[in-house]
């Protein structure tokens, strides 16, 4: 399984930007997915999942409302529609796909993309 995720970049705070996480294999609908994102020096914090079919999402509470994670099974692509970004929003951003929906345990999760990098300037 390879999961490849892009769409970061620089954006001023109050912009917005959209996460694609891209899954290789042909049975992206049968699991859950997650986004994460590290700083520098911390571990990485969940902050958005969501169920096989996407009937179901969970997100961080400081996210909630700016940010939206959907998918599409037939792309076999996961996206985070991030609005409204504030400084501390930057991060290196990470997908994984799950086992179990809405982990918020890194551990839980086996794959993971290798990171997409948003910035947030003020």
């Known amino acids: 399984v390879q999961l490849q995720a892009f769409g970061g970049g620089l954006v001023q705070a109050g912009g917005s930007l959209r996460l694609s996480c891209a899954a290789s294999?042909?049975?992206?609908?049968?699991?859950?997915m997650a986004w994460f994102r590290r700083t520098p020096g911390k571990a990485r914090d969940f902050v958005a999942a969501?169920?096989?079919?996407?009937?179901?999402?969970s997100y961080l509470g400081s996210v909630k409302g700016r940010f939206t994670i959907s998918r599409d099974n037939a792309k076999n692509t996961a996206y985070l529609q991030m609005n409204s970004l504030k400084p501390e929003d930057t991060a290196v951003y990470y997908c994984a796909r799950g086992e179990t929906y809405g982990m918020k345990n890194p551990g839980s999760y086996k794959y993971w993309g290798q990171g997409t990098l948003v910035t947030v300037s003020s």
């Open positions: 294999g042909s049975d992206f609908s049968s699991f859950p």
């Open positions: 969501i169920s096989r079919f996407g009937g179901n999402t």
